[in-house]
């Protein structure tokens, strides 16, 4: 269930709120005249999101490319290429 508090409970009780969500790692939803207003939520939480968003963003990308061509590749033939772009970037950050 979703932690739904007044606005005025971040002014009051922040450092409750900031242990909560640091320890739950779940937002706290906060409202002003019960309407919802701002969401605090951790840092760790916070990238956590953007990162699974941005991998949701490259399988579709990838799902759009795919149903464009009829080229496909096996899981083999992905990873070799992979482990040759991460040598190569290796190598380049020798220099």
Partial sequence: MPNIRPVSDLRNHFAEITHEVQASKEPVFLTKNGVGSLVVMSMEAYED???????????????????????????????????????????????
């Fill in 49 to 95: 999101g953007l990162y699974e968003s941005r991998v949701y963003d490259k399988l579709i990308e990838a799902e759009l490319q795919a149903a464009q061509t009829k080229e496909r590749r096996s899981h083999t033939e992905v990873m070799e290429n992979a482990r040759r772009r991460l040598a190569r970037y290796g190598d380049d950050e020798d220099v």
